[in-house]
């Protein structure tokens, strides 16, 4: 007697049977093979015996045994996978099978490497996009491999999900115990990042964190804005985009039932931040962010990215290249992105 074929409803069945089953995952990308990604990764794995939910990693088999020879170690047990519907409790890997290549140097930009980071993180956004994986947490990707590898149009992690995503606005927040950091703009130089100061793009930039925070489990959080002149601009002496774009914008916020500060010097808004009077600080360009979580406490500091609709945290770390191979690459940062990612899950992001 041949068995009868499936109903519509139970093949629907069995796919959202699959979803539900995978979709407390957290996927980990090995970030690009000729940096200190795979190293960070198998340093990580030795240092969980028992997982909370299950991980996946995403990435080359190969590059991951090449770090655990190099530290002379022994991968834990990992179950290989070719569909998500296959992930199981504990540690799972799917492996994109891009072929070792012949001219592979750890340490060195190749477009191949490039190719294969970027194809890791494409497979991770998508399956998270699908609803079949809790979040995503990211090692590092070099930017000029990716653009050896014809990704001339993504910057970095950030343009990349935006991409895959179809969103345009988003934004990037660096944490780290006691500190979180958003940030109005990220890579522009710094003449083209105080152009982009103005109350329409500061506003959005609010309006963005209140939403993101507010569904990672965080109500009515506190933003301070810091300044983008010295001493808050002296009254307009030293700059007037405090008064013509930033407190504006602020005022706009407010009325809109966002608990927003500012605009406040910038040399003291990180301090009372740590101190507890804000829950996050809205930078506005790259360093001005970056040196107050990494002076803070570099070794733990992790990044979000905002705007996207999927979890997404990293190591807040290169692929440091001059490194790489050594052996002494410190994973601390991998494990608190991890952490991140599971308290965004399991929305207690205030805690952290």
Not at 34 to 47: D, F, M, Q
Not at 323 to 338: E, Q, Y
Request: aromatic share 4%; with cysteine; proline share 5%.
């Amino acid at each position: 007697m041949q068995p009868k074929n499936p109903t519509q409803n139970q093949v629907s069945n069995t796919h959202a049977e699959a979803i539900a089953k995978t979709k407390g995952t957290i996927a980990i990308t090995l970030g690009d093979p000729a940096g200190i990604g795979p190293e960070v990764v198998v340093k990580t794995l030795l240092a969980q015996p028992t997982l909370e939910r299950p991980w996946l990693l995403i990435g080359n088999l190969w590059s991951l045994q090449m770090a655990a020879d190099m530290l002379q170690v022994k991968l834990p047990v990992i179950h290989m996978v070719n569909d998500l519907h296959d992930v199981r409790d504990g540690l799972n890997m799917v492996d994109l099978e891009h072929q070792l290549p012949h001219d592979f140097q750890l340490g060195q930009v190749q477009a191949a490497c490039g190719h294969a980071a970027v194809a890791a993180v494409e497979y991770a956004a998508k399956a998270c996009l699908e609803g079949r994986l809790a979040a995503m947490v990211t090692a590092p990707i070099n930017k000029e491999a990716i653009h050896a590898a014809g990704y001339v149009d993504d910057i970095g992690h950030q343009e990349i999900l935006a991409r895959l995503s179809g969103v345009e606005r988003t934004a990037t927040m660096l944490m780290t115990p006691g500190l979180k950091v958003v940030h109005l703009s990220t890579h522009k130089s710094l003449i083209e990042a105080a152009k982009y100061v103005t109350q329409d793009t500061v506003f959005a930039k609010l309006e963005l964190i209140h939403e993101t925070l507010t569904a990672w489990g965080m109500p009515q959080p506190r933003i301070a804005v810091a300044a983008l002149n010295p001493h808050g601009g002296e009254g307009g002496l030293l700059g007037r985009e405090e008064i013509e774009a930033i407190a504006p914008a602020v005022l706009q916020a407010q009325d809109q039932g966002i608990t927003a500060t500012g605009p406040l010097p910038a040399d003291s808004i990180f301090n009372r931040a740590i101190e507890g009077e804000f829950d996050v600080v809205l930078a506005l360009y790259h360093d001005q962010g970056h040196i107050a979580i990494k002076v803070h406490n570099f070794h733990e500091s992790t990044t979000a990215t905002l705007g996207i609709p999927m979890v997404r945290t990293s190591v807040d770390h290169g692929t440091a290249f001059d490194i790489a191979g050594h052996g002494i690459a410190d994973a601390t940062g991998l494990v608190a992105a991890i952490t991140a990612a599971e308290a965004i899950v399991s929305k207690s992001l205030k805690a952290l």
